[in-house]
């Protein structure tokens, strides 16, 4: 992959990848602050304040000019908060990707942020909050992250703590932005059929005077709960189970082992879990594996959503799955599947702008560099069936499972003698 890079004397990082063959224009600036660096006092600021930027800015005070002068050049603009990072975005015509840069741009240099617009949004975030908890297919991943993550804000919900949001004014949200938005943290990537040159020089005078500061530090990850199960008790027609194991951090030597042995286990109709617990026993409609690597820590997790008098069958069967990775070598046929469609799912991500931009912006700020296609193809190739094996035992052991559910309470009672014997597992209504 071809791009072009520079550090602007206050450190952020432009990033630019020529495709001339295209038509669009796609602009992604990550700036590395999330969710990770609040504290119980401030938890969902960052995702507040990804809300409250879209209010106004300095030259397009209300969200519909804001959103208007995108959708008027046929192109759309987003933002996403995570717990490392939060994400502007646009895809334009590439004619008009200089209006897309001009509004991102705004909307971190001079966000109006107005006491009256936090009035206003404040109860749509609230909203949303209560949508999460009350849809148990949501709440259950943030339950098994606390248990993955005690105390610590890896352990919480992004969109933060209902009480934080009903309080926060706009002074607060705009000193955390001051403080936390820092130019040595943040990337810009395009991808198109652009210059280069243009690009960054465009990109140097919208964001090149942002001043420079320090770098806000969260706090390490910390170790796993001693509690191993989280049990929610709720009248339902469905049970949602998540069983997670801690696992490794972004750049660790065995992320790409683990990669492939969840795309064996979960990911994907051809996946063990799917053929075995829906299509050959139909014991779920739902069920998969994902995983997620931090700057120190990570986890892998399976999911499933199934009828409340299966719940004891269905676990089960996730561990009798994962028992397979731990004792069974992976077939030669299977391996090889699984690293063609690891390899696909990357190459026809970058088949278009938006995919190329986000490669770029996310290599950069989580690695600090980017790696090819070739360099994560040959990892992948790199990974065998020993691989697999040994990291199958080193962090998918039973001991080391936390569960979390949530379903009819004589469902949660079939699944917590299985889940973890020696542990109590409170049932909260």
Request: glycine letters at 8%; one cysteine or more.
């Amino acid at each position: 992959m071809e791009y072009r890079k520079v550090t602007l004397p206050n450190g952020l990082r432009i990033l630019v990848g020529e495709m001339p063959e295209t038509r669009s224009v796609s602009l992604f600036v990550y700036v590395g602050v999330g969710s990770r660096i609040e504290t119980k006092d401030d938890a969902g600021t960052s995702h507040f304040l990804e809300h409250m930027v879209f209010k106004g800015s300095a030259k397009r005070p209300t969200a519909a000019d804001i959103s208007q002068v995108i959708e008027s050049k046929g192109g759309v603009v987003n933002a996403s908060t995570d717990k490392e990072v939060t994400v502007f975005w646009s895809r334009l015509p590439a004619r008009h990707y200089l209006v897309a840069l001009d509004v991102i741009a705004d909307l971190i240099r001079a966000p109006m942020l107005r006491p009256k617009d936090v009035e206003s949004e404040r109860n749509v975030i609230v909203e949303e909050l209560r949508m999460y908890r009350d849809q148990p297919q949501d709440r259950v991943h943030t339950l098994v992250d606390e248990l993955l993550y005690p105390r610590h804000p890896l352990g919480w919900e992004v969109a933060g703590r209902e009480e934080v949001v009903l309080g926060m004014t706009a002074d607060h949200l705009r000193a955390f932005m001051q403080r936390g938005y820092a130019p040595s943290r943040t990337v810009v990537a395009l991808a198109g059929p652009l210059r280069a040159d243009e690009a960054i020089a465009a990109v140097d005078e919208a964001l090149g005077g942002l001043a420079p500061r320090e770098v806000v530090k969260s706090k390490p990850a910390p170790r796993s709960g001693r509690s191993h199960s989280k049990l929610l008790g709720k009248r339902a027609e469905q049970t949602n189970l998540c069983v997670g194991w801690r696992a490794v951090h972004t750049t660790h030597p065995d992320r790409y082992p683990l990669d492939i042995l969840n795309a064996v286990l979960g990911e994907g109709m051809s996946s063990r879990l799917f053929l075995e617990l829906r299509e050959k026993r139909g014991l779920a409609y739902d069920v998969h594996s994902y995983r997620a690597n931090y700057s120190d820590a990570g986890h892998l997790v399976v999911y499933a959503g199934f009828a409340p008098q299966n719940g004891a069958e269905v676990f089960k069967a996730i561990m009798h799955e994962v028992e397979r990775l731990r004792d069974e070598l992976v077939p030669d046929v299977e391996i090889e599947r699984v690293r063609d469609f690891a390899k696909g799912r990357i190459e026809l991500q970058l088949e278009d702008t938006r995919g190329v931009s986000g490669w770029l912006a996310g290599q950069e700020l989580f690695l600090g560099r980017v790696r090819s296609v070739e360099e994560v193809s040959a990892l992948i190739d790199g990974v065998t069936t020993a691989d697999m094996q040994r990291v199958a035992r080193e962090y998918l052991r039973p001991e080391l499972a936390y569960v979390a559910a949530i379903g009819p309470r004589a469902s949660l009672a079939a699944i917590a003698p299985s889940a973890a014997e020696d542990v109590a597992v409170v049932i909260a209504s």
